[in-house]
């Protein structure tokens, strides 16, 4: 047996704390080389990377003020209303912690989507990145099946009738359809043990958010951040470290963020609200028209753009899974939108219509709305689907040496 | 293109800051708008004094008892002397003494709790006001309106989406009730009173949160030109 040579483990722990622990467990270096000193960032990345950090943030703020509302809120049809309100009055600082939480979801949807064009526009999820995009698709999924669950629980009447509406979709599962929808409930119609399973899942699937952001960022570092040029780096003056430099921009860019959330959360808490919800959940009275939360909407316009309700409902889940093989739609070589004329027009054009299906998405389900919802319905597939065309005809422009 | 991308969507989101309310409502200035930093005792309690005497005909407000009107203003003996004249200890919640069945019977269908009202109406206290002071009996104004006439049971209002609502008239004419002050008791002047109060009964929380909004947003202001700042000393060698 080779001998092995006797490892000098630091004993000093009063004057030496940092390696006294290195040498038990490394946590701290675990952290300084994952968004640390340790860990090599490209030198050019703008003020679209800022999204990803921000979006971190806002699921902290999310848990804390989550975990806080948890304390006070009564998850039982006879009681949810009246504990929101009791949250509002009665308990100290409740309002504003309500109110973080409320257009904190919001905010976390309009970080989150910026986030994903950002991957859209400079092509992130390209080769060798796709499992990180994957896992990004699924953080997003669970999330907006997190905010969907979270809506319900004030139980006014959109959190009533949205809930009934959009549970009812997975009827058209064949055969087992209003199975499932029963056994989703918990009863012939969204109840009260409706109310407390989703109340136990708005618990849960944060957390589960915040194992798979572990993942996302690991899976980051295999290749490390993509850029704005969208080339690989090739040598090591092209990368600086995370700290201090995209730290300290990740906090200039918190305070941006947080100039308008502050402002939302103190003088427009209820504007992306709908003020049915401050009625309390009626089984027996259906609302004039029921609208999902604004992040919905682009997702709710295709649904309905489809005559055929199966149909629709294919579309709109299809919509959110065809990003999974987006990386193999788009076989281009080239990255970032900035060297490819056709590709960087059809990103415009894609963000346009998810922008426009979300304005159709809060309009009736009628005349002119159908049409056009149907027209730009095709336009979000079109672009999927054009994607292998546009990569073998598409002149790139010529990609520079090194990133500058 | 991209000049084009954001008129473009700056075309979608005009409409849809407008889209959901079913009937166009006046908007008016409110007090409490804007950053005032308290509750004007005086519009409170004439408010108070329509909600208790009329609106609490029917309407409960569940969320409300007197001794929250102690934050605004009112001293202890006031509030007692006020809850007293309505048979109530200070700790009872404003409900209306009729029971919901009977509401139910009367007006074929259940009469809302107002504590939210402001709050849960496209149109917020504009929409309330609009409706206390929406009802007409001008027979051309509501031919144009229902053409099949009001239906049984129902009354015209021109801010009441569809235009006929079971809730009669509360404020049927001036004097409803008697002011503490000098005020003069008009029907507008009392919908205006009463849309006031309904604003606090609906977010106790508003003028403090605005309060605390402009400390945040100040200190936030100073901590992102700092961060600003401090990053460019960082960055200095990078560029």
């Not at chain 1, 526009?121 to 099946?145: C, D, N, Q, T």
């Not at chain 1, 076989?331 to 939108?337: D, M, W």
């Not at chain 2, 003996?77 to 009367?106: R, T, W």
Request: aromatic share 14%.
């Amino acid at each position: 047996m080779a001998n092995i040579p006797p490892k000098k483990v630091e004993e000093d722990i009063i004057r030496q704390p940092y390696r006294w622990l290195e040498d038990r467990l490394p946590i701290i270096s675990f952290i300084d080389n994952a968004v640390g000193r340790g860990y090599l960032a490209p030198k050019n990345l703008n003020y679209l990377w800022n999204f990803g950090s921000l979006a971190g943030i806002a699921l902290v703020i999310q848990i804390l003020t989550g975990l806080f509302l948890a304390m006070h809120y009564k998850a039982d049809v006879n009681l949810a209303f009246d504990s929101v309100q009791h949250i509002m009055r009665d308990v100290q600082g409740g309002w504003l912690i309500r109110n973080l939480h409320m257009v904190g979801a919001s905010f976390f949807f309009i970080v989150v989507y910026a986030h994903i064009a950002r991957g859209l526009y400079y092509g992130s999820y390209k080769k060798p990145r796709e499992v990180l995009w994957w896992f990004g698709i699924v953080i997003f999924l669970i999330m907006m099946a997190t905010a969907f669950l979270g809506y319900v629980l004030p139980w006014g009447q959109m959190s009533f009738w949205g809930a009934t509406v959009i549970t009812n979709l997975l009827s058209v599962i064949p055969f087992i359809g209003d199975d499932v929808v029963i056994w989703l409930w918990g009863g012939y119609s969204v109840g009260d043990p409706t109310l407390t399973r989703f109340y136990a899942l708005h618990f849960l699937l944060p957390f589960v958010i915040v194992g798979l952001v572990v993942i996302h960022i690991w899976a980051l570092h295999m290749h490390g951040s993509n850029n704005p040029t969208g080339i690989d780096l090739k040598k090591k003056s092209e990368a600086i470290p995370f700290h201090p430099y995209y730290t300290i921009k990740d906090v200039f860019g918190l305070g941006v963020y947080l100039i308008p959330f502050c402002f939302m959360v103190f003088y427009l808490p209820e504007a992306l609200g709908h003020t049915d919800n401050y009625i309390p959940a009626d089984p027996m009275v259906t609302p004039a028209h029921i609208v999902p939360e604004w992040y919905f909407l682009p997702f709710y316009a295709i649904l309905r753009a489809i005559p055929i309700k199966e149909l629709g409902v294919v579309a709109m889940f299809g919509s959110i899974l065809i990003l999974f093989i987006l990386p193999w739609l788009d076989r281009s070589p080239v990255r970032s939108a900035r060297y490819r004329p056709w590709f960087r027009q059809m990103v415009y054009i894609f963000i346009a219509s998810v922008f426009a299906l979300g304005y159709l998405g809060s309009q009736p389900p009628e005349g002119i709305y159908v049409i056009m919802s149907q027209f730009f319905t095709a336009v979000y597939f079109g672009f999927f689907l054009l994607l292998p065309l546009v990569a073998k005809l598409e002149t790139p422009k010529p990609l520079p040496k090194e990133i500058t | 293109m991209r000049f084009l991308l954001f008129s473009f969507i700056a075309l979608l989101l005009a409409p849809a800051a407008f889209a959901g309310g079913a009937v166009e409502v006046e908007k008016h200035d409110w007090d409490f708008q804007g950053l005032p930093k308290e509750w004007d005792k005086d519009q409170l309690y004439r408010g108070y004094a329509v909600a208790t005497q009329v609106c609490m005909t029917c309407h409960g407000m569940k969320y409300i008892n007197h001794r929250q009107l102690m934050d605004v203003g009112f001293t202890e003996a006031e509030v007692k002397a006020m809850a007293a004249e309505l048979n109530m200890s200070i700790n009872d919640k404003l409900v209306s003494g009729l029971e919901p069945e009977d509401a139910k019977e009367l007006y074929g269908k259940e009469v809302p709790d107002l504590s939210l009202i402001n709050k849960a109406r496209a149109g917020l206290a504009d929409y309330t006001y609009a409706v206390l002071v929406g009802y007409s009996e001008d027979p051309d104004e509501i031919h144009h309106a229902l053409p099949d006439g009001v239906p049984e049971g129902a009354y015209y209002n021109r801010a009441f989406p569809g235009h006929a609502i079971a809730m009669p008239s509360p404020l049927t004419g001036p004097d409803l009730v008697e002011y503490h002050d000098e005020t003069e008791a008009s029907i507008e002047q009392m919908a205006k009173d009463v849309t006031y109060f309904l604003q606090w009964t609906a977010e106790p929380e508003l003028l403090e949160r605005k309060k605390l909004g402009v400390y945040v947003l100040l200190y936030l202001l100073i901590f992102t030109v700092l961060a600003y700042l401090t990053k460019r000393a960082i960055w200095r060698d990078v560029h």
